[in-house]
């Protein structure tokens, strides 16, 4: 029988709610999304894009022990244990807070302009050898994933790893307040969500809110080859935190001196002073190797053993949208889907051209980039989106399909023998890339969210049949 995660006593107290009815069952998890709710769920009627009370019957008919509401919800005829709050989610946060208080778990809070989910997955599964360990679903890193994480936490943690992002300054300020962390990881400092800000150092501030919800005597981990170390490093001295670099840089603590990479991952020696830490990273990428450094120093700051957790590493895998690799049949052959259609900004686009220049001509001799704009870039947006040129060369790419305004940019700077096709919308492309590929292709995709390169990715998958599925 599963441990109630909260008792009903206990869950009212911390949200300081007023109780319509008594839960027929025991409290488990969390839930604001009924399609994916688990018997046992208290679901949390959020109002955002769409009002959640709108789902409250249709949780407690898919199982839910009870429903966090709002005061004014009418009762359905359905309906189990409510409780009514004046607004579902501060009380939300009320429950991580407590949550948060009656955890004995290290914590760690990972944020940064590229690398973030990457770097938590990393960290859930290394720390996962050292003891029970909680970590944020998916990308819940904003102002409703955050306290959710925490709701979900058990008391039985000993480490939780959570995920804390932002697209405009203060945002993770009150996020990492609720988390108090015992270590901060960020992973990079990049020219993304330039929209929002005036420039890369307003970022870089941005990210150093991170060092604001930092334990007493916590830890900073810090990427030292990045160009607002510095600031990194006073913002977070300012608030007493040991300070933790890592990169390949000579002088950072945690150093990356030997990375053997390939189209199956990365094997890697890192060196702390005068010990060597050897491991696998079962994803391609020198992105994941950089990012091992910093779990390496994550895991030391939180007392755990490395040598025993680096050996999970060989267990990562990209998850879907964000670097998964599947096998589809073709006509005459096979064709490597890479699929990183779930966000893009200039680093990442680079990491992922990058990573797919790994793969050998031997098994995939045609390079096919199918790259969407990157949104929220401001005013530089031209110039990013020009300069993936260089990282297009460098990756030895044969093939590019464009489409947006923005990567129109880069296209027309291609020699005609790279230009597959330029369309405005994703939906147009897709029938043009389908037409194109062939057996022997790797084809990567990538482009921001809002740029729908997932329905591209998608029509890969209808048109050709995965491998052995």
């Not at 501030?205 to 916590?218: Q, R």
Request: charged share 20%; glycine share 10%.
């Amino acid at each position: 029988m599963t441990e109630p995660l909260w008792q009903w006593d206990e869950l009212v107290a911390a949200a300081q709610g007023r109780v319509d009815g008594i839960p027929s069952a025991a409290i488990t998890g969390f839930s604001i999304d009924t399609r994916t709710l688990a018997p046992g769920d208290v679901f949390v009627a959020l109002r955002a894009a769409r009002d959640g009370h709108a789902f409250v019957s249709g949780a407690f008919a898919a199982g839910a022990a009870a429903a966090l509401v709002s005061d004014d919800y009418p009762r359905g005829k359905s309906d189990g244990a409510l409780l009514r709050v004046p607004d579902p989610l501060a009380a939300l946060e009320a429950i991580g807070r407590a949550a948060r208080t009656r955890s004995n778990a290290r914590i760690v809070a990972v944020t940064g302009s590229v690398g973030k989910t990457g770097t938590k997955e990393m960290l859930r599964l290394s720390l996962s050898d050292a003891g029970p360990t909680h970590a944020s679903e998916k990308s819940y890193n904003n102002h409703w994933g955050v306290p959710l994480t925490l709701a979900r936490m058990p008391g039985s943690a000993a480490y939780g790893v959570f995920e804390i992002g932002m697209n405009h300054a203060g945002e993770i300020t009150p996020l990492t307040r609720l988390v108090r962390p015992h270590a901060t990881v960020i992973t990079a400092v990049e020219p993304v969500h330039l929209e929002y800000f005036p420039s890369a150092e307003a970022i870089a501030e941005a990210k150093a809110e991170i060092f604001a919800g930092l334990v007493p005597g916590g830890t900073a981990v810090l990427p030292r080859d990045n160009p607002h170390f510095a600031l990194l490093k006073e913002r977070a001295e300012a608030v007493g935190a040991s300070i933790v670099s890592f990169g390949y840089a000579e002088d950072a603590d945690v150093r990356g001196i030997q990375a053997n990479m390939d189209a199956r991952g990365s094997s890697v020696i890192a060196g702390v002073g005068s010990q060597r830490f050897p491991y696998r990273i079962g994803a391609p990428g020198e992105h994941y190797v950089k990012n091992s450094l910093a779990v390496l120093a994550a895991l030391m700051a939180l007392g755990a053993d490395p040598m025993r957790c680096l050996s999970a590493l060989v267990k990562v895998a990209a998850p879907a949208g964000r670097g998964a690799r599947t096998t589809l049949e073709a006509r005459d052959g096979r064709i490597l889907l890479i699929d990183e259609s779930y966000n893009a900004n200039p680093a990442s686009v680079r990491a992922a051209l990058a990573a797919m220049g790994t793969v050998p001509r031997a098994d995939f001799p045609r390079r096919v980039a199918v790259l969407g704009d990157m949104l929220e870039l401001g005013d530089a947006s031209a110039d990013l989106h020009r300069g993936v040129k260089e990282a297009v060369d460098a990756a030895g790419i044969d093939l590019v399909f464009a489409c947006g305004p923005m990567m129109k940019l880069l296209y027309d700077q291609l020699k005609p023998a790279l230009q597959g096709a330029w369309t405005l919308n994703s939906a147009e492309l897709a029938p043009r890339l389908l037409d194109a590929v062939e057996a022997g292709d790797v084809v990567m995709i990538k482009g921001s969210l809002a740029s729908r390169m997932g329905p591209v990715a998608e029509a890969m998958r209808a048109r050709f049949r995965v491998a052995g599925g």
